[in-house]
């Protein structure tokens, strides 16, 4: 079982930044690919970015250069740091968690942009 805990979310108003946190525990493979991924509502679930455990990095063409991925191996935890927000970022925001089949979603974390 491997368990993630997000936080970071929150109320920003248009052009500011915030930075989601994503803890990940429990029985973890040392090759795997962390992402983070949102869902606004009536809309289905996209992906925001990925990094892998070699650091191989994506993003979506909607938030390049804006927003970066990172990852602390020694702390377990992903981040995103969100620059520019815009009100059509406003979604849950989820990670997730894929190793050699696995994959595990953590219960997201509600990010808001608007005046």
């Known amino acids: 079982q491997v368990q993630l805990v997000e936080s970071g979310g929150g109320l920003v108003q248009p052009g500011g930044s915030l930075r989601l946190s994503c803890v990940l525990s429990?029985?973890?493979?040392?090759?795997?690919?962390m992402g983070w991924y949102r869902q606004a509502p009536g809309e289905q679930r996209e992906m925001v970015a990925t990094?892998?455990?070699?650091?191989?990095?994506s993003y979506a063409d909607f938030v390049k250069g804006r927003f970066t991925i990172s990852r602390d191996a020694a702390k377990n935890t992903v981040y995103l740091q969100m620059n520019s927000l815009k009100p059509e970022d406003t979604a849950v925001y989820y990670c997730?968690?894929?190793?050699?089949?696995?994959?595990?979603w953590g219960q997201g974390t509600q990010v808001t942009v608007s005046s």
């Open positions: 997730n968690y894929r190793a050699w089949g696995q994959e595990y």
């Open positions: 990094i892998t455990s070699s650091q191989n990095i």
């Open positions: 429990g029985n973890i493979f040392y090759t795997y690919t």
